[in-house]
T-cell receptor, first 114, second 110 residues
Framework: NAGVMQNPRHLVRRRGQEARLRCSPMKGHSHVYWYRQLPEEGLKFMVYLQKENIIDESGMPKERFSAEFPKEGPSILRIQQVVRGDSAAYFC????????????FGPGTRLLVL | DAKTTQPNSMESNEEEPVHLPCNHSTISGTDYIHWYRQLPSQGPEYVIHGLTSNVNNRMASLAIAEDRKSSTLILHRATLRDAAVYYCILRDDGDYKLSFGAGTTVTVRA
């Protein structure tokens, strides 16, 4: 059973470009969470999604950031018009059925904005 | 949210046990104590969790104080692969957000 997969592992963008980060949860998992880890800081919750629904996006910046988890395919975290402050490691986690269960993390996408 | 306090860093020798303390004096009755670790350049990895009783699994043991105001993660025989940042997290039953603090950076000497 493959773990949580994220791609790309590394992404370089210039200021003003768009970044798309993809996350495939573990097989059978229908709950997805995104976290961001800024340099020298701890992970911070961004958004919690279930299939086709955003449950909680309280940790996501109001502008330029969006997330989706379609019925088919991976979850996508989209950052429009990136700025240097968006440079960070973005981690996706998934859990089985119930949001109270253990979260399994992917390897992360390291975004660098030039 | 209840908070946890951990030492910034700890060092250990290979093959020796490591005891990682965590203080959580404001823990509520429904808070579970979770431990995750993050190896260099990787995502966090679940280690263990418990509510009141001590817990053991293949990775570690969790010793919880009787008053639940502190706990200790025990790595029985540290290996070089155990070098990581270890996070002690309180998670209320039904809470899906994991709140990561600074954690304890564990260094293992060969």
């Amino acid at each position: 059973n493959a773990g949580v997969m994220q791609n790309p592992r590394h992404l370089v963008r210039r200021r003003g470009q768009e970044a798309r980060l993809r996350c495939s949860p573990m097989k059978g998992h229908s709950h997805v969470y995104w976290y961001r880890q800024l340099p020298e800081e701890g992970l911070k919750f961004m958004v919690y999604l279930q299939k086709e629904n955003i449950i909680d996006e309280s940790g996501m910046p109001k502008e330029r950031f969006s997330a989706e988890f379609p019925k088919e395919g991976p979850s996508i975290l989209r950052i429009q018009q990136v700025v240097r402050g968006d440079s960070a490691a973005y981690f996706c986690a998934s859990s089985l059925r119930d949001s109270q269960e253990t979260q399994y993390f992917g390897p992360g996408t390291r975004l660098l904005v030039l | 949210d209840a908070k946890t306090t951990q030492p910034n860093s700890m060092e250990s020798n290979e093959e020796e046990p490591v005891h990682l303390p965590c203080n959580h004096s404001t823990i509520s009755g429904t808070d579970y104590i979770h431990w995750y670790r993050q190896l260099p350049s990787q995502g966090p990895e679940y280690v263990i969790h418990g509510l009141t009783s001590n817990v053991n699994n293949r990775m570690a043991s969790l010793a919880i104080a009787e008053d639940r105001k502190s706990s200790t993660l025990i790595l029985h025989r540290a290996t070089l692969r155990d070098a990581a940042v270890y996070y002690c997290i309180l998670r209320d039953d039904g809470d899906y957000k994991l709140s990561f603090g600074a954690g304890t950076t564990v260094t293992v000497r060969a």
